[in-house]
């Protein structure tokens, strides 16, 4: 108890920004390593704190240098430090009695109104997941980000109670951040950012602050979709004009900045879950990400691990890497992972061509348009003079103005940020850009708030455009009498709503299977997170580029990023509605009340290809709020059905300390079988073909329903087994006599053979579904057949 108490005096009051460390010159491949010991390895009475111990176990040049080298102590998620090493200090450090492991550092990277209107949460409703949970008052919702603008009204606190008398977090002051910037919404903030210096250099400070103040506008756009106060009006540039809210509008905020201009370092990010458990949140919400590695690699996880033993929920972003797989990020079981779907509005702008067709695409601009009815020049760059390739993507200083200047150019879609491209044909002195995807980037349309006119268009428009400017080119070296101009122009329509297909998944969410663990489906569903109106700060302009000086209150962007923060205020609302319930039977809740069909009736369509989408694409479906508020049953978990997990996933008794911060006993998780008998809400199984094709696979799953519904209840299972797929499910009936009764079935899943060529691979779907004419419970069930090279 001693020990606990003293690691975590030390974490509440050195949790900002340490003296900068400066890259050392004396060890060129010095980096940054999170260090874990034993926690019970600490001799208190020796050292004044933690950080001094720490210290004495760096090699003599290290300790010399005093506790300035430790960057973050860790204790609630997590025991250890963190410090930048050489070879030979982390080759020392290993063979120590009480260091459990080092684990190098990784750089992470953000994953960058209407929606709860669109998922049915109503302010006016005198029932439902708002009503129940009072709008998810007194509920923490801890961002992890790049800060936060407080003067936000989507952060006011006007009739909010007092700040809960759980919270132990503060308002950190910083550069532009006096701690009165917080109150009753915005209850705590914090900053870390030892680690990105230790291997940048201590921050530009005309360009960033050293506070929880954000300088991006990322974290503040999080923040207001998990939590946002009710704002009207509500738009940008005249776009998605009405009211902006959050999914938990009373929900309190806390922030805590580890994302700089390089990148979110993992010292930081684990110093934030460090801080945020200790201050007593109930929900972390994480769009960040970028790095697979196993679990005891990634801070991410074994942060998020701490955080589920303390009882809060972690929800973080799946990634931008889509439409391919396996992309998904941010995949550990005990993490809620979120993919993006569009909601029932858009911006459309049309381009027309000079040869009388209209293609659709969209835009948001607001500025000076184009004069109306009147057909520009329209050119694309990399086919006449230019910088060749950079030209066809619009990269800076690739366009020569005395072929672009007063046209609209055709950019391709990649390198460079989709905003950068218009100010680049901007800068050449071009009058308008329309931005073409690329193969990979298929159909999938996001709107971007440009600094000039621009449109947004699909892959199969833009070769489109190409055909006809060579077409026109062509047309004039034929006709040696005439010169013929390629022209076109863009007409922005606005916003419109009611758009059908919706959802959709959208091309750039990451796609499945689970790249570590593919007997757990990943992602674990979709949200909201196309063309998403939330807080913007006042020193970013909308498209986010440094020339860009318009000022708004609110943005619109798309991404992971915007989803997950929409799980995460849906959270805290199941929280306040059901204090009882854990974080695995929030996200059971979530998960087994979501559906895969659309405002068509049809099932959801994939954004990139126009397709039909699958579970790899959406996991158990889009999120569903009103239902999720009363699941009927759910699969719940425990700390030890995890290790368990790690225990049959075939980790090593130090590859699960490190994750889990004790010792595991893996003797009493072998009868449970394979991973896969995991109790999640999914189920997942993969065979490996070695035979000739013509053999039988099969596989089984064990799965354990909690009642919370009503106290007597008799399920009856319903199932879609996938193609060619025999499932029996044991028994066929589970009849409950009391609320929070326990319930076993089998699912026993037999599958053929398919002749697939080596390497390649089918997935399969179906579901699963318990029903006691209420409720519905529904599990996807996926089985995926590998042909071994």
Known sequence: ???????????????????????????????????????????????????????????????????DRILHTYSTVFHGFSARLSPSEADSLRVLPHVAALIPEQVRHIHTTRSPEFLGLRSSDRAGLLKESDFGSDLVIGVIDTGIWPERQ?????????????????CVAGDNFPSTSCNRKLIGARFFCAGYEATNGRMNQSTEFRSPR?????????????AGRYVFPASTLGYAHGVAAGMAPKARLAAYKVCWNSGCYDSDILAAFDSAVADGVDVISLSVGGVVVPYYLDSIAIGAFGAMQSGVFVSASAGNGGPGGPTVTNVAPWVTTVGAGTIDRDFPADVMLGNGKNISGVSIYGGPGLIPGRMYPLVYAGSQGGDGYSATLCLDASLDPTLVKGKIVLCDRGINSRVAKGEVVKKAGGVGMILANGVFDGEGLVADCHVLPAASIGAIAGDEIRRYIEATAAATRKSKSSLRTPTATIVFKGTHVGIRPAPVVASFSARGPNPVSPEILKPDLIAPGVNILAAWPDNVGPSGIPSDRRKTEFNILSGTSMACPH???????????????????????????????????????DESSGNTSTVMDYGAGHVHPQLAMDPGLVYDLTTYDYVDFLCNSNYTASNIRVVARKNADCRGARPAGHSGNLNYPSLAVTFQQYGGGMGKLSAHFIRTVTNVGEAEAVYRVSMRPPPGVEVAVEPESLAFRRVGQRL???????????????????????????????????????????QPL
């Open 154 to 170: 989507s952060f006011n606190d006007r009739e909010l109670g007092p700040v809960p008398s759980k919270w132990k977090g503060e």
């Open 744 to 786: 076993s079935f089998l699912v026993r899943v037999q599958s053929h053979e398919a002749k697939l060529s080596p390497g390649s691979s089918a997935v399969r779907s179906g579901w699963v579904t318990w029903s006691d004419g209420k409720h519905a419970v529904t599990s996807p069930l996926v089985v995926t057949l590998q």
């Open 567 to 605: 799980v995460s205020g849906l959270a805290a609302l199941l929280k306040a509605a059901h204090p009882e319930w854990s974080p695995a039977a929030i996200r059971s809740a979530l998960m087994t009340t979501a559906y895969s069909i659309d405002n068509r009736g049809e099932t959801m369509l």
């Open 214 to 226: 954000d300088s991006d506008g990322h974290g503040t756009h999080t923040a207001s979709i998990a």
């Open 1 to 67: 108890m001693a020990l606990f108490f003293l690691f975590f005096f030390f974490v509440v009051s050195t949790t900002i920004c340490l003296p900068s460390v400066s890259p050392s010159p004396l060890y060129p491949t010095v980096k940054t390593f999170i260090v874990q010991v034993h926690h019970d390895a600490i001799k208190p009475s020796v050292f004044p704190t933690n950080a001094h111990w720490y210290a004495s176990s760096l090699s003599s040049s290290a300790a010399a240098a005093g506790t």
